[in-house]
Each structure stands twice: as C-alpha cells, then as structure tokens.
T-cell receptor
Framework: NAGVMQNPRHLVRRRGQEARLRCSPM?????VYWYRQLPEEGLKFMVY????????ESGMPKERFSAEFPKEGPSILRIQQVVRGDSAAYFC????????????FGQGTRLTVV | EDKVVQSPLSLVVHEGDTVTLNCSYE??????LLWYKQEKKAPTFLFML????IEKKSGRLSSILDKKELFSILNITATQTGDSAVYLC???????????FGEGTQLTVNP
C-alpha cells in the first residue's frame, strides 16, 4: 500500500501562470487535507475535502485558490495567476476517518514562483 | 483564534543528551494533540494524545499531555544524530477538519 503521493515534487512557475498540485491519497482513504508551509513558518491548514465534497475551506485564500477531490483520480489544488508570495511547500494528508487518527502526510510539492 | 506555541524554537545538543520540547496551546474545541517529526519532507507521526497524565512511549521518545494547564512535552532520551529534525506539535479540533500547528522546534544533535 503506497503512501500518500504528491506530484510534482518541485514545480517552478512564472508569475501569472497556473499551478496544479496533485495528491493521491492512500488506498481506501476518502478524506484529504491540504496544508501550506511558508518559509520559516509552521504548516497552515487550507482545505479539507471528502470525495466530491469540500467540507472546510476556511483556510483557503478567497481568490485564485481552489481545490477538488473528484470521485475518480487525485485531489487537485489549483492556484491561478501565481505570485511570488505563493512560493511554499504544499502538503496533503489523507485519512480513513474524519479525523487525524491514522492520517498520513505526503512528501509535499515545493512551488517556486519566479 | 486557536494558537499553538512551541519552545524552544531551536536546540543544539550533543549525542547522548536528553531533551525536552514544550508545546502549549489555546484551542476552543480540543480533540487531540499530535507530535510529528519533519526532516525536510513529509511530517511523520509520532504520538497522538487525548487524555491527561497518560504517557505515550515509543523507544527513546515519550510524551505526555496536561489538559488542565494546556501543554504537552516531548522527551527524547539518549539523543542520536538521526534525531536531528524539526519537531512539530499540532492540536486537532473536535470537528476533525484541521490541525493547528506550532512553528516547530529545530533540534540539532551533534556527534
């Protein structure tokens, strides 16, 4: 059973481009959480999704950011018109239940905006 | 707003030393407190604590929670260079939606 898979591991985008970050949860996990880690800061919650539903997006910036977790396929975090301040490590975690008991984090995607 | 504060932010020790990492929190609807180890990649789970006074132990690592005073400690005995990492403390709310993380303690163990 592979762990939580995130790709790409590293992503470089120019200002104004779109970034798409993918997260494949562990097999059987239907709960996905996205976090952002800015340089020299702790992880900050962004969004919590279950299959086809956004449960809590209170940590998502109001503009340019969106997330989805379709019935089939990975969860996607999409950032439109990226700016330098979006440069960060983006981690996702997945769990079997609606709690962090037995939740596992992926290796993260490091986004650099140039 | 929920808040988690870790101390110290940075710690340098020699192999064999014992370290204590601190985590205090203010959370409206507490469900659990979790400790993670992060070595420049995925945070890896160490402990989940839900009840006061019950020590969780795994090898040289142990942790305990005090829900009255709202803090937890993580102890590492006989430290090794492989323990060098950032140790993250996080608190889970009853909704199960989010973890609120502290800034982490950067531990460096020198040979």
């Amino acid at each position: 059973n592979a762990g939580v898979m995130q790709n790409p591991r590293h992503l470089v985008r120019r200002r104004g481009q779109e970034a798409r970050l993918r997260c494949s949860p562990m097999k059987g996990h239907s709960h996905v959480y996205w976090y952002r880690q800015l340089p020299e800061e702790g992880l900050k919650f962004m969004v919590y999704l279950q299959k086809e539903n956004i449960i809590d997006e209170s940590g998502m910036p109001k503009e340019r950011f969106s997330a989805e977790f379709p019935k089939e396929g990975p969860s996607i975090l999409r950032i439109q018109q990226v700016v330098r301040g979006d440069s960060a490590a983006y981690f996702c975690a997945s769990s079997l239940l609606d709690s962090y008991t037995e939740a596992f984090f992926g290796q993260g995607t490091r986004l650099t905006v140039v | 707003e929920d808040k988690v504060v870790q101390s110290p932010l940075s710690l340098v020790v020699h192999e064999g030393d014992t370290v204590t990492l601190n985590c205090s929190y203010e959370v409206t609807n507490f469900r659990s407190l979790l400790w993670y180890k992060q070595e420049k990649k995925a945070p890896t789970f160490l402990f989940m604590l839900t009840s006061s006074g019950i020590e969780k132990k795994s090898g040289r690592l142990s942790s305990i929670l005090d829900k009255k005073e709202l803090f937890s400690i993580l102890n590492i005995t006989a430290t090794q260079t492989g323990d060098s990492a950032v140790y993250l403390c996080a608190v889970e709310e009853t909704s199960g939606s989010r973890l609120t993380f502290g800034e982490g303690t950067q531990l460096t163990v020198n040979p």
